[in-house]
C-alpha cells in the first residue's frame, strides 16, 4: 500500500496551467498503474487519468487533450500537467494506485489530496 502526498493545486484563472506532483515514499511505486482522480463539491470522486508502470496513458474524455500524466519511477514522483483549466475542472484532486489497468478502483488509502480552483 502505498502512502501518497498530493501538492501543487492552487487557485488559476480560467486558460492557465498548472502541474500537480504525487510522491509516495515506497519503493513498490514503480509496480503499480496509478491514477489521477478528482472530487468536486456535491460530486462523486471520479478517475481522471491514468498510467501504467511502463508509461502508457489514458484519459477521461472531459480533460483529454488538455491533461497530461507521468511519472518519474526513479524519484516514485507521478505528475499532472494541467492546461487549458476550465472552471470545471475546480476540485480536490488525489493520486492513488489502480488495481489493475482495467480494474480502476483505487487500491490504497487516501491521501490529503491538493485543491485546484479555476476562477477568474
Known amino acids: 500500500q502505498l502512502h501518497v502526498v498530493e501538492s501543487g493545486g492552487g487557485l488559476v484563472q480560467p486558460g492557465g496551467s498548472l502541474k500537480l506532483s504525487c510522491v509516495a515514499p515506497?519503493?513498490?511505486?514503480?509496480?503499480?498503474?496509478m491514477g489521477w482522480f478528482r472530487q468536486a463539491p456535491g460530486k462523486q470522486r471520479e478517475l481522471v487519468a491514468q498510467i501504467s508502470s511502463g508509461g502508457i496513458t489514458n484519459y477521461e474524455d472531459s480533460v483529454r487533450g488538455r491533461f497530461t500524466i507521468s511519472r518519474d519511477n526513479t524519484k516514485n514522483t507521478l505528475y499532472l500537467q494541467m492546461d487549458s483549466l476550465k472552471p470545471e475542472d475546480t476540485a480536490v484532486y488525489y493520486c492513488n494506485a489502480l488495481r489493475t489497468w482495467s480494474d480502476r478502483r483505487p487500491l490504497g488509502s487516501w491521501g490529503q489530496g491538493t485543491q485546484v480552483t479555476v476562477s477568474s
Open positions: 515506497e519503493n513498490t511505486f514503480v509496480t503499480y498503474t
